[in-house]
């Protein structure tokens, strides 16, 4: 089976979120660096334990039409519960992003800032239902500055207000798409661990947990409670060493810490009995512009990438 070069969505299917480390961008390559036998049509089910946006969970359920079962996990239950509301209520998700939208539009500049601050201070509440959080969690999303999900210690959203003139707060055929692809998925919310009970004979696992920070203002990690620490990196590879050992494929994304040192071998020493493959990546967030460029980052399986 031939992978596409460019990124193609099945119908109108894109991610929903903008979210820190996004692998849109990504997607020929980590395609290209997928098991052969996947490649030929071997049938597969599919587990990513770090979802993210599912940039890449929508390109494989378009791309191997043979997968079983697909699985997706995240410790953020914004995230987790995004996916659960946009599979089973998307009509009434809809209806409460066009009346924010709604609201949003008719409003000046400043008058949209008091309205994303006041939503955002609900939203921080952590007592709504799963629908309200979903709409003000999207609403959020595509109001705040560029995009990026980050809570604080507390658990508290706190990104600024963004000065967008039409942002697309609904997008009632995006979230259709994304709901009929969902149907065949089980969606988790919990440790990356966990996702191993999900694991049947033939399973590949896809691994883009929070990036390790390359300098001391880039870490993107704070996108829930906790840090993903080098002992958590540590830990995501003793899991990878116990799938190795169980029989399954997997591929994982991190940064590239020779970026900024050469001599920092982290991930190199880390994974030495592995395969290691650097690719170049374009930062998609950073509050300034001017350091948005090229960036290495790296692949890692355990089976041969050529």
Not at 154 to 177: C, E, H, M, R, W
Not at 217 to 223: D, G, L, P, V
Request: proline share 6%; aromatic share 12%; net charge positive.
């Amino acid at each position: 089976m031939p992978i596409q070069k460019e990124p193609r969505w099945p119908g109108n299917i894109k991610p929903f979120l903008k979210w820190a480390g996004g692998k849109t961008q990504l997607l020929p390559v980590i395609g290209e660096a997928f098991p052969e036998k996947f490649k030929a049509g071997q049938p597969f089910s599919y587990i990513e334990p770090f979802v993210g946006s599912g940039a890449v969970l929508f390109w494989v359920l378009k791309t191997f039409p043979q997968v079983k079962k697909a699985v997706i996990n995240d410790v953020n239950s914004d995230l987790t519960g995004a996916y659960q509301t946009i599979k089973e209520n998307p009509l009434e998700l809809i209806a409460i992003l066009e009346a924010l939208q709604q609201a949003y539009f008719e409003k000046k500049e400043e008058a949209r800032k008091d309205f994303f601050l006041e939503k955002r201070e609900r939203f921080n509440q952590r007592n709504l239902n799963l629908l309200e959080n979903t709409a003000l969690l999207l609403f959020l999303n595509r109001t705040c500055f560029n995009g990026l999900y980050r809570v604080n210690s507390q658990n508290k959203f706190n990104v600024p207000f963004g000065k967008y003139k039409q942002p697309a707060i609904s997008n009632p055929t995006l979230i259709k798409a994304v709901s009929a692809t969902l149907q065949k998925v089980d969606i988790l919310n919990g440790d990356f661990e966990q996702t191993l009970h999900s694991a049947d004979r033939e399973t590949f696992f896809y691994f883009d947990p929070p990036y390790k920070p390359i300098s001391q203002t880039a870490s993107f990690t704070a996108y829930a409670q906790g840090a993903f620490d080098d002992q958590s990196q540590r830990r995501l590879k003793a899991f990878c060493d116990k799938l190795d050992a169980l029989g399954h494929s997997w591929l994982l994304s991190n940064s590239d810490p020779k970026n900024v040192d050469l001599t920092n071998s982290f991930f190199d020493d880390l994974y030495q009995s592995y395969c290691i493959k650097r690719v170049r990546a374009r930062r998609a967030i950073n509050s300034n512009a001017g350091k948005r460029g090229e960036i290495s980052e790296l692949l890692i399986s355990n089976y041969s990438v050529s």
